[in-house]
């Protein structure tokens, strides 16, 4: 079984008896507007012209769970994707955590990658991680990921 995260994030599960069987892709991208996925009519005259087959066939072809609602900053968000809990109860509510700052989530609070540790898969996450990288304790590979292989802190585009 292998879970992928790609943060801007990208979370893929499949069995491993079965490949391409019990498949979850998830998406989470900073500052996306309606409009900047075709999926939504995004044909060149609405929204930002981009292009998008690829998101367009995994929304298509999937689940979309567009009515929903994220913190203002992308650390909270993050923080509350990953724990499942609301990111000002667990003191992550008011800040975006930036290169250098000893500051996390704390590792009191178990990830979906640790519980899916835990249940048997393999975990690997790609893109940005933003949730705390002044001490190892606070890194993706500690919170249940296998792999990491992207950026710890935020602003990098």
């Not at 879970?3 to 008896?17: D, E, H, K, P, R």
């Not at 998830?26 to 012209?49: E, M, W």
């Not at 955590?97 to 500051?103: A, K, M, N, T």
Request: proline share 3%; hydrophobic share 35%.
């Amino acid at each position: 079984m292998y879970i992928y995260a790609l943060f801007t994030v990208l979370i893929s599960c499949v069995s491993a008896g079965e490949p391409g069987v019990n498949n979850i892709l998830f998406y989470l991208i900073d500052d996306l507007g309606y409009a900047d996925v075709g999926y939504h009519g995004n044909n060149g005259s609405v929204g930002s012209g981009i292009m998008t087959p690829t998101v367009d066939e995994l929304a298509n072809n999937g689940i979309k769970l567009e009515n929903y609602y994220v913190n203002f900053l992308c650390s909270p968000t993050r923080t509350s994707l990953m724990s499942g809990r609301y990111a000002y109860t667990i003191g992550m509510q008011s800040e975006v955590i930036v290169d250098g700052e000893d500051s996390c989530m704390p590792t009191s609070v178990s990830t979906i990658a640790d519980r899916l540790s835990a249940g048997g898969w393999a975990t690997s996450a790609y893109g940005k991680w933003d949730m705390g990288m002044t001490a190892w304790g606070c890194t993706p590979t500690c919170r249940g990921f296998g792999h990491f292989f992207g950026f710890y802190n935020a602003f990098n585009d």
